[in-house]
Structure formats: C-alpha cells, structure tokens
Nanobody, 125 residues
Framework: QVQLVQSGGGSVQAGESLRLSCGAS????????MGWFRQAPGQEREGVAHIDLNGHTTYAGSVKGRFRISKDNAKNTLDLQMNSLKPEDTAMYYC???????????????????WGQGTQVTVSS
C-alpha cells in the first residue's frame, strides 16, 4: 500500500537549519508531484513547496530563498532543507503526493492524494 514515512524535524534556535525527509513506497514516485505542507495550531494547512514531475520547484513566498525542496527518483525520497529558520516557521510539517503535475502555483492540500504522518518543527527566538 502507499506509504509516506517522514523523518527529521525537531527543535532549533532561530537562524539554524533543519532537514526533513520523506520516504515513499507503494506507488510510482517519479509520476507524482511531491509537496511539503505545514500547519500551525489554529491555522489551515498551507503549501510550503512543490517539486513537479520534471523537477520544477515552486515555493511559498515566506520560505523562498531559505528552503529547498529536492527529490531522488531512484531512492523514492523527498527532502526539504530549511535554512535561516524563524519562529514563524514553527508548525507540523507534512509531505504529500499528487498524481499529475502541479504546475507553477502552490496547490491546496485538497489536490494531494497521499500524506505522511507529520513531523514537528519548533523554532525558538
């Protein structure tokens, strides 16, 4: 069956870095747009970054230049390198998979079929 298993995350000080990883199984990874989302308490889940079938990447304005999404189709893994973290980056982070391309805009969470279990990122000032 489809599985997205996340690792990484944790608690850091502002300005530090973290790396999130997501291992995929049960589907043809290379045929899916992959994304990272986050959800802070009391807020809606928001898109952070997508990486499309052709490797094209899209970022939320709040993370552009600080975060980098990447994938390895041979290993079926998705990563999110987060640098210069800020307290407002504190949230539960989720990886997600969408069959079909994502295009040039960040899509809503409803456009993604499969989800990881979530991992907490906490940034203190």
């Amino acid at each position: 069956q489809v599985q997205l298993v996340q690792s990484g995350g944790g608690s850091v000080q502002a300005g530090e870095s973290l790396r999130l990883s997501c291992g995929a199984s049960g589907f043809t990874f290379s045929r899916y747009c992959m994304g990272w989302f986050r959800q802070a308490p009391g807020q809606e889940r928001e898109g952070v970054a997508h990486i499309d079938l052709n490797g094209h990447t899209t970022y939320a304005g709040s993370v552009k230049g600080r975060f980098r999404i990447s994938k390895d189709n041979a290993k079926n893994t998705l990563d999110l390198q987060m640098n210069s973290l800020k307290p407002e980056d504190t949230a539960m982070y989720y990886c997600a998979a969408r069959l079909f391309a994502c295009g040039d805009r960040l899509l809503s969470s409803s456009a993604f079929e499969y989800w990881g279990q979530g991992t907490q990122v906490t940034v203190s000032s």
